[in-house]
């Protein structure tokens, strides 16, 4: 299973040695979820443009 949305982010540059933000970034937020069952704990995977930024473990999966 998959849930996917788009998430801004403020993004900030240096002017003068200041920050100053500029116009908004946005970039693609995706949780994919791996079920492979009740004997092996449930996976959640964390895709930020297409990389991999965090893997979460659950419980236990569910049976067919």
Do not use: C, L, Q
């Not at 949780?31 to 704990?41: L, S």
């Not at 297409?50 to 659950?58: A, E, K, L, P």
């Amino acid at each position: 299973m998959r849930d996917e949305w788009e998430e801004e982010v403020a993004a900030v540059r240096r002017v003068d040695g200041a920050p100053a933000r500029t116009d908004a970034v946005y970039r693609t937020i995706a949780i994919w979820t791996y079920d492979f069952g009740p004997n092996v704990f449930v996976r959640f995977v964390r895709i930020e443009d297409g990389r991999v930024t965090r893997v979460h473990t659950g419980s236990y999966g569910y049976g067919k």
